[in-house]
């Protein structure tokens, strides 16, 4: 299929709610998906959101075995989220830095939800209804920000905590959702 282009912070396109999909049979999803795939592979991420390549519908692609950028993350399952639903569960919150495809160069310390609940559905259109923690919430949250046109620095609360990855200390470009 096809490794497509990422679009940058700036681009408008990313500040647009995402539609939900509709039709689960449509062979476009198919093809998204499989793109979605190729595109986070191409460049290294272990997250990607629809709209990061340009298409406005409500759909994450996230996940890996083993990710030598994060080499201390636990594993989180392939999956396909598809109308993404994601509940904190309880109100503790972490701080941990993030950084996006969609901001190359750069990294934020962001609040997060510790955990969560996400539901959703499959690529063919089978429910999915999880829980999660630590990176794995981390990386769905971020994700599904995307779908409503949000990018991880309007969630920093202190933006003595952004900057260039060349200017930060070395261990903060350690999480990077994306």
Request: charged share 25%; net charge negative; proline share 9%.
């Amino acid at each position: 299929m096809t490794v497509r282009a990422i679009l940058h912070m700036g681009d408008p396109r990313l500040l647009e709610p995402a539609r939900p999909v509709s039709d689960f049979s449509d062979p476009a999803l198919q093809t998204l998906l499989v793109d979605m795939h190729e595109t986070m592979a191409a460049a290294g991420g272990v997250g990607l959101a629809a709209p990061q390549i340009g298409v406005g519908l409500q759909v994450v692609v996230f996940g890996f075995e083993r990710s030598d950028r994060y080499p201390q993350a636990e594993p989180v399952p392939r999956t396909v989220l598809i109308n993404p639903v994601v509940t904190p569960i309880g109100d503790d919150e972490d701080l941990g830095w993030e950084g996006c495809l969609s901001v190359p160069d750069l990294r934020g310390e962001v609040p997060r939800w510790r955990r969560i609940r996400y539901r959703g559905f499959d690529a063919a259109g089978r429910t999915i209804d999880r829980s999660a923690d630590g990176f794995h919430a981390r990386v769905v949250q971020h994700e599904c920000d995307h779908l409503a046109g949000v990018l991880y620095p309007m969630r920093i609360r202190d933006f003595r905590r952004f900057g260039f990855i060349d200017a930060l200390p070395p261990d903060v470009a350690a999480i990077d959702p994306d």
